[in-house]
């Protein structure tokens, strides 16, 4: 029997505040422990907590760009449970009414643009930090406060593949809106998987597993692939799956068993008696729609119909805010965008990619780029050379006529000068002259190679091929 | 000196007939004679309170000008945080918290340069009616040393009681600033719900929670009304409501305001004695010129059990961070993380708070919210709309505060049914959210008969109103012997 796997994910964000969500104290990453504490984030008895407006408008913006409804008169919920980094021992979260439900991300897979529905995005606290030294414990409140939004989707990935496809989406999704700044390692961006599998075309629902806290788009990946192989094995030995808490081990490669429902909380959840509703109004939302950003999927349609780049390619360069942006800046340049796109999509990606850097840290600038292309457009330099300019603009960040000049990279374009060359090749290669006329068509391509290494490249190509092609029939 | 009234002290402070280091060493003096007999304080600041005193003398001495509440003493229940003193809610599990910071009520008042001279005993987090429940000790009453203050601002009326401050604050959530007031002869103000900032007091019932006064006369609670009400951004609950002079309220004509009394708050439990005081004072407003009118409020007999559920409920959430890591009390031996919160908790708290807990924890879990937490909170409103109606046809509404005199210490505290029916007046109050007094009007077996006035919301002004005009008819001007 075929099975297929049936995934939703839970997504917990930082927002990019400056300040806590019901306090004043800074967000900041770091710092010594305990130092961007007050009463209110310590949780001390007799602090009351104040929402933070910007975290209103955050979670909108989020809201918005996921194609939400905005809900405009919701309440905070404390949900209870005792837990060590928890300081008032309940989490202010919302419960029955999220601020924003019923909304969509659009992912494009192998089967085309999937609809991924999300169910909610509602605002929460952080929790601090367990420190643990020997025997003992200790916290860091540093956190604690730290405002947050849950995105819950629908249980409508069939795969791991999609699954990161859609995280990654959301990812750039909340980067673009500048909800988020969405740093992993420094758990802003962490995920929560809901997994089950069932035979493929059954529309029931098996009995599903939690997996908690991925925090990068591979152990996604990865910590479902396992957990779906383990789950179809353990139907196929006729076992039944058991609803349960998995953890991800990176080091194992495989998800371990946290918790069984039975040992699952009740979290008496109940409005939050020390905060008024929240209301927002019309006026609000629409200040913030005014405000938003081009998102990624209005980039990707406007690149497709504007610059008429493949759809792969313009999914690829919307994906991160800022390589769109290098993008739409050399095309501010005056560079044709298909050039530019070609540019992109090889050498300037693949380098990154081998050197593990950002967009943002290359050190040329977007119309250095358009320059180089000029270059090579213009027959100044080859395609080849162009390669090398490159990589010494990424190297240095000199800009590419320096490179060209410096270097005398200039295309020989006269016809006199790569006759002497080509002469000179054929004469040292008597036997290749005869094994083209022997049919041997290889042999010409073996000639061009030695002729353009014997100019250092710069040979114009088009001229090679034709005198080469004159003089061989001469002999 | 220790009968007079704050607005007394000061009239004579600012004529400089008395300094304010003298009225706080009197003050100091009358703690250290009666209150052993008493204990309704906590803890003294005796230096703290002295030092308080100089500087303000000194700033009358340069003409500078002083706070409305200047060098009048007065003290705080121990549920208001006060900067680097113990905040312990008279609970065990609280005894070594030190807060880092004042309450805004407390800012208010040391801004107004009143003089903060202790904290006051209470059950243990405001949790009874009868102070009982203090983990630390039990505060009599200063009309019979016999018979319990009420609860649970005990020590915060019967401190104002027996002359050892002018003032008190305290905190009701059920009723708890109005009956211990009602009790002990004085007069106690729960202001509507976000008139005083919530924020430095630690947190019983946090929708029912209001502080308050106790004072010994109307035109006192006025003084002290006009500093701790007003907005407070640190307060998401705090009422965006302009803060008017309470005093402008006080001796004014009450010809043809409209007084309800309601007949469930006449009925069955109340005292012959308390019946009979507050009659007469109705009489005396009859005289004045009120109309007064019987209304219903028949939704009031589901007011107890609404409030036992949504307190609890509250409280149980509230007290959580309670749990023998911070703070106070931590169980010498355990045996892992679950082991030190069950023991922390079950020797830190008493038994009436542990008993509020587990009803609230009851009320919340998954399978009982709907049947009690949700359909208290229906109740509740409909205890609102109810009194929204009663207050299109009367101005007011005056019953008795608590439906009996002061009690004796142990009459009632084995049985908490009987306990909880203290507060049968006063807790409707709380689940609307509306403001209240309680003022002597009579004595029944030489013991204090309250009578409480509850009006519409924000209407604390009209209350003084008719406040004052009691107060004049019935000179109410018992004194305990103590
Ligand atoms: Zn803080």
Redesign the pocket.
């Known amino acids: 029997m075929e099975f297929e796997a049936v995934i939703g994910l839970e997504i917990h964000a930082e927002l990019s505040t400056k300040s806590?969500i019901?306090?004043?104290?800074t967000t900041e990453f770091g710092g010594e422990v305990n130092t961007?504490?007050?009463?209110?984030?310590?949780g001390l008895p007799g602090a009351l907590p104040v929402l933070n407006k910007a975290v209103v408008d955050y979670a909108i913006k989020a809201g918005i760009a996921l194609n939400c409804n905005i809900n405009k008169e919701t309440y905070m919920a404390r949900k209870n449970y005792f837990y060590p980094d928890a300081p008032k021992n309940y989490q202010i979260t919302q419960h029955e009414t999220p601020l924003c439900s019923e909304g969509f991300v659009e992912v494009e897979t192998e089967e085309g643009l999937k609809k991924i529905r999300i169910e909610r995005i509602h605002i929460e606290e952080d929790a601090g930090k367990a420190l643990h030294e020997g025997d003992a414990s200790f916290i860091d409140f540093n956190r604690?406060?730290v405002p947050l939004i849950e995105i819950v989707t629908r249980p409508d990935m069939r795969s791991p593949q999609e699954a990161r496809m859609f995280f990654e989406k959301l990812r750039s999704i909340l980067l673009y809106t500048e909800v988020s700044d969405c740093k992993m390692q420094e758990g802003s961006l962490r995920c929560d998987a809901n997994v089950s599998i069932r035979p493929k075309g059954s529309k029931e629902f098996g009995v599903k597993t939690e997996i908690k806290n991925m925090n990068s788009f591979k152990a996604l990946e990865k910590a479902l692939e396992f957990e779906i192989e383990r789950q179809i094995n353990a139907v196929r030995n006729g076992e039944r799956i058991v609803q349960e808490t998995r953890r991800w081990d990176e080091s194992k490669g495989q998800t371990i068993v946290m918790r069984s429902k039975e040992e699952a909380h009740d979290y008496r959840y109940f409005p939050e008696p020390d905060m008024v509703y929240l209301v927002v109004d019309d006026n609000w939302i629409e200040d913030i729609k005014s405000n938003m950003p081009e998102l990624p999927d209005q980039k990707r349609k406007r690149y497709i119909e504007n610059y008429n780049l493949p759809e792969y390619d313009a999914e690829i360069i919307t994906a991160s805010k800022e390589l769109a942006a290098f993008f739409e800046e050399a095309v501010a340049n005056g560079g044709n965008p298909k050039s530019i796109s070609n540019w992109i999509m090889g050498e300037v990606l693949r380098t990154l990619n081998d050197r593990e850097m950002e967009i943002t840290d290359v050190k040329f600038k977007p119309a250095d780029l358009v320059k180089l292309i000029e270059l090579v457009e213009k027959g100044t330099i080859s395609n080849t050379i162009a390669k090398k300019v490159f990589a010494d603009m990424f190297e240095t960040g000199k800009q590419p006529e320096k490179i060209v000049e410096e270097k005398g990279l200039v295309q020989i374009s006269d016809e006199g000068a790569i006759r002497d060359i080509v002469n000179k090749v054929l004469d040292e290669n008597p036997q290749s002259i005869e094994d083209f006329k022997n049919g041997k068509t290889k042999a010409m391509g073996f000639l061009v190679g030695q002729i353009m290494k014997a100019s250092k490249g710069k040979a114009n190509p088009q001229l090679v091929n034709k005198l080469l092609d004159e003089e061989i029939r001469k002999r | 000196m220790h009968f007079k009234y704050a607005h007394e002290i000061k009239d004579l402070l600012i004529k400089k007939e008395v300094s304010a280091e003298e009225v706080v060493k009197s003050s100091i003096e009358r703690i250290k004679e009666v209150d052993g007999k008493i204990d309704a304080f906590l803890e003294v600041f005796e230096e703290d309170a002295i030092e308080n005193a100089k500087s303000v003398d000194k700033k009358i001495a340069n003409g500078e000008e002083v706070g409305a509440l200047a060098g009048i003493p007065m003290a705080i229940k121990d549920n208001i945080c006060l900067k680097n003193q113990k905040t312990t809610c008279a609970s065990k599990i609280l005894e070594n918290f030190t807060s880092p910071y004042d309450a805004t009520v407390v800012r208010k008042l040391k801004e107004s340069d009143a003089i903060i001279i202790g904290r006051l005993n209470m059950d243990e987090f405001a949790m009874g009616s009868s102070t009982e429940n203090s983990s630390i000790k039990k505060t009599k009453n200063p009309y019979d040393l016999e018979r319990v203050p009420g609860g649970s601002s005990g020590g915060s009326a019967a401190s104002v009681a027996a002359g050892e401050v002018y003032f008190s604050l305290g905190s009701d959530t059920g009723g708890s600033i109005r009956q211990p007031a009602s009790l002990c002869g004085v007069v106690g103000f729960k202001p509507t719900y976000g008139r005083v900032s919530r924020y430095g007091l630690v947190a019983f019932a946090s929708s029912l929670d209001q502080i308050g006064p106790f004072t010994r006369d109307v035109e006192d609670c006025a003084l002290v009304l006009n500093t701790i009400c007003g907005k407070d951004n640190l307060d998401s609950t705090s009422a965006n409501v302009d803060v008017e002079d309470f005093t402008t309220y006080l001796n004014k004509d009450i010809k043809g305001i409209r007084v309800g009394l309601p007949k469930e708050y006449f009925g069955e439990g109340i005292d012959e004695g308390v019946k009979r005081e507050v009659e007469k004072a109705v009489e005396a407003l009859k005289l004045l010129g009120a109309e007064v009118k019987e209304i219903s409020l028949p939704m009031s007999k589901y007011s107890l059990p609404v409030y036992y559920i949504l307190s609890s409920s509250e409280a149980s959430s509230n007290l959580a961070r309670f749990d023998g890591i911070r703070y106070g009390y931590r169980a010498d031996e355990f045996e892992d993380l679950v082991d030190l919160y069950v023991k922390s908790r079950s020797i830190g708290f008493g038994s009436e708070v542990k008993r509020r807990i587990m009803l609230g924890t009851y009320a919340l879990s998954s399978g009982y919210y709907d049947a009690y937490y949700k359909k208290a909170l229906k109740v509740k409103r409909l205890i609102i709309e109810e009194f929204k109606r009663a207050f299109e046809e009367v101005d007011l509404i005056v019953s008795p505060t608590s439906p009996s005199v002061a009690f004796k210490f142990g009459e009632k505290a084995d049985d908490p049914l009987k306990m909880y029916l203290s507060d049968v007046c006063t807790v409707p109050v709380n689940i609307a959210g509306l403001p209240a007094v309680s003022m002597p009007v009579g004595l029944s077996e030489g013991l204090p008969v309250g009578l409480q006035i509850i009006g519409n919301y924000f209407q604390e002004g009209k209350i003084l109103s008719l406040a004052s005009s009691i107060e004049k008819i019935v000179n109410f001007n018992a004194r305990p012997l103590i």
């Open positions: 806590k019901f306090c004043g104290c961007h504490c007050c009463p209110v984030c310590l604690s406060g």
